[in-house]
T-cell receptor, first 113, second 116 residues
């Protein structure tokens, strides 16, 4: 069956450390992945899109990798800050012409001061 | 530039009732998608509208229906509400489709629907 999985356990790290979140998918062949941030009671906010031929993409303190062999994307936040505390969602286009995004269930990140 | 807005913010209905949720897309965006997000889960795609036509649909029953208007605003209608319909309903807009890809989505704040 088709699945997109993120670690359901919250990630709890110390301020200043690097947070690494994982997104694994099964039985999809996405041409790209997207990462979103969601704060409680708010809609998701787009962060980064990475294409299958890009391997790595950076934006300020954020870095995303995309390994189509492992069927995995890693999302890194360097020099993390308490303001980075939120739920992070990965999403992929199933490439079935349905124009939908399939979202993972998200990983909650808590950055301790 | 005005972002995506949704109304109402919160809504309480009883089982069997009907509900209409509204969304105004971001300026310049002609594609609107609706998602349902249950507590602790990621958003699930309901359907998408492009130029007033349904352009794609997720695994939701026909009692979930929608409209898009000439100004690209949109409505989500749910008939015969069930307890499991309790969720955050998110509207997302995006620029014109390019090559069939689903580009960056701009989400609204959502409508929290509670069905008693």
């Amino acid at each position: 069956s088709q699945k997109i999985e993120q670690n359901s356990e919250a990630l709890n790290i110390q301020e200043g450390k690097t947070a690494t979140l994982t997104c694994n998918y099964t039985n999809y062949s996405p041409a790209y992945l997207q990462w979103y941030r969601q704060d409680p009671g708010r809609g998701p906010v787009f962060l980064l899109l990475i294409r299958e031929n890009e391997k790595e993409k950076r934006k300020e303190r954020l870095k995303v990798t995309f390994d189509t062999t492992l069927k995995q994307s890693l999302f890194h936040i360097t020099a993390s800050q308490p303001a980075d505390s939120a739920t992070y969602l990965c999403a992929l286009d199933p490439m079935d012409s349905s124009y939908k995004l399939i979202f993972g269930s998200g990983t909650r990140l808590l950055v301790r001061p | 530039e005005t972002g995506v807005t949704q109304s109402p913010t919160h809504l309480i209905k009883t089982r069997g009732q009907q509900v209409t949720l509204r969304c105004s897309s971001q300026s310049g965006h002609n594609t609107v998608s609706w998602y349902q997000q249950a507590l602790g889960q990621g958003p699930q795609f309901i359907f998408q509208y492009y130029r007033e036509e349904e352009n794609g649909r997720g695994n939701f029953p026909p009692r979930f229906s929608g409209l898009q208007f000439p100004n690209y605003s949109s409505e989500l209608n749910v008939n015969a509400l069930e307890l499991d319909d309790s969720a955050l309903y998110l509207c997302a807009s995006s620029p014109a489709l390019a090559g069939g890809e689903t580009d960056e989505q701009f989400f609204g704040p959502g409508t929290r629907l509670t069905v008693l």
